[in-house]
């Protein structure tokens, strides 16, 4: 049976307050803080596919910890471990385990008392980082190829820049979420709900400047945005600038160039790229954002589900 708005809710709730009273007496990690991200942690979850990401951010993890190195890489498979092993012993009815990828431990969590359905949960762990500009100013001495293991890091400010949209721009993401489930059935070939959510937030954007915000014209710029991806050059002033921080940062070389759509929680990821379901092979790249130009005629955010009858 498919898992209720109100059941989903009452999960996320329960693993959260699992881990913060049971994991440092398990694992000796004592969580700063759990974010809850993905589609429930952001608001625009759409009916029948609920999913969660649970981050726990911890002092007992540095930055330098995850480092690339011939010890510990890849960066965070002894701590991802360690979380399963933990999901195991303390819930081992409620949690089923799916895989542990190199960023995250993917599990179905069906809860500790009664009731119905279930949700997806990627747990992932990050270094506590007290600022984003601490962030910045340590991936700017790494090698292009060593940032991206960093995101998770980022994540809490993610999650905030989606979590603070209107929720009427919450409610175009998830029509925009349905017809491109819709589109690609298969999950594993999709592009990624964080893509979708900052194309329409920015679509959005484009339209309150021009005027309107009608599902008609948002749907209008948003298909201008995809069709023209070539050409595509976003980024959001929220967390950093052109022009840098203060005297210690810039936005890196390879995300000064077009096309680029900059992760408003992260100028070192270019979600152009890592948005899509492809790997970062250039060519790979652009075959996704062709595909999406191919499709995106079907888009209408005045329909329910988000795709022209």
């Given at each position: 049976?498919?898992?209720?708005?109100q059941r989903?809710?009452?999960?996320?709730?329960?693993?959260?307050?699992?881990?913060?009273?049971?994991?440092?007496?398990?694992?000796?990690?004592?969580?700063?803080?759990?974010?809850?991200g993905?589609?429930?942690?952001?608001?625009?979850?759409?009916d029948?596919?609920?999913?969660?990401d649970?981050?726990i951010?911890?002092r007992d993890?540095?930055?330098?910890?995850?480092?690339?190195?011939?010890k510990?890489?890849?960066?965070?498979?002894?701590?991802?471990?360690?979380?399963?092993?933990?999901?195991?012993?303390?819930?081992?009815?409620?949690?089923?385990?799916?895989?542990?990828?190199k960023?995250?431990?993917?599990?179905?969590y069906?809860?500790?008392t009664?009731?119905?359905?279930?949700?997806?949960?990627?747990?992932?762990?990050?270094?506590?980082?007290?600022n984003?500009?601490?962030?910045?100013?340590?991936?700017?001495?790494?090698?292009?190829?060593?940032?991206?293991r960093?995101?998770?890091?980022?994540?809490?400010?993610?999650?905030?820049?989606?979590?603070?949209q209107?929720?009427?721009?919450?409610?175009?993401?998830?029509?925009?979420k349905m017809?491109?489930?819709?589109?690609?059935?298969e999950?594993?070939?999709?592009?990624?709900s964080?893509?979708?959510?900052?194309?329409?937030?920015k679509?959005f954007?484009?339209?309150k400047?021009?005027?309107?915000?009608s599902?008609?014209?948002?749907?209008?710029?948003?298909?201008?945005?995809?069709?023209?991806h070539?050409?595509?050059?976003?980024?959001?002033?929220?967390?950093?600038?052109?022009?840098g921080?203060?005297?210690?940062?810039?936005?890196?070389?390879?995300c000064?160039?077009?096309?680029?759509?900059?992760?408003?929680?992260?100028?070192?990821?270019?979600?152009?790229?890592s948005?899509?379901?492809a790997?970062?092979?250039?060519?790979e790249?652009?075959?996704?954002?062709?595909?999406?130009?191919?499709?995106?005629?079907?888009l209408?955010?005045?329909?329910?589900?988000?795709?022209?009858v």
């Open positions: 049976m498919d898992v209720t708005q989903a809710r009452e999960l996320t709730d329960e693993l959260v307050q699992h881990i913060y009273e049971t994991l440092f007496g398990e694992t000796n990690i004592t969580p700063s803080e759990v974010v809850k993905g589609s429930l942690g952001q608001g625009t979850a759409v029948g596919e609920f999913d969660l649970l981050i951010i911890t993890i540095t930055l330098d910890q995850i480092m690339p190195d011939s510990n890489d890849p960066s965070f498979k002894y701590w991802l471990e360690k979380l399963k092993k933990y999901l195991l012993k303390t819930l081992p009815s409620a949690c089923k385990i799916i895989d542990v990828t960023n995250a431990v993917m599990f179905y069906s809860g500790k009664k009731g119905t359905g279930e949700i997806k949960v990627d747990m992932l762990i990050s270094p506590y980082v007290q984003l500009w601490e962030l910045y100013n340590f991936l700017e001495h790494l090698k292009e190829e060593h940032q991206s960093f995101s998770v890091c980022t994540s809490k400010w993610q999650v905030e820049f989606i979590s603070d209107p929720n009427e721009v919450k409610d175009l993401i998830r029509k925009t017809w491109r489930n819709n589109i690609w059935k999950p594993r070939t999709r592009p990624k964080y893509l979708i959510s900052l194309l329409v937030i679509a954007e484009i339209a400047e021009s005027g309107s915000t599902a008609k014209d948002v749907t209008a710029k948003l298909q201008q945005i995809i069709g023209d070539t050409r595509l050059n976003i980024l959001w002033s929220r967390n950093y600038t052109e022009g921080i203060g005297i210690t940062f810039s936005i890196p070389p390879h000064l160039r077009s096309p680029r759509l900059l992760d408003p929680a992260n100028p070192f990821n270019n979600v152009y790229s948005g899509t379901s790997s970062h092979h250039t060519s790249v652009d075959s996704k954002w062709h595909e999406m130009a191919h499709h995106i005629a079907t209408d955010l005045r329909e329910a589900n988000g795709t022209k």
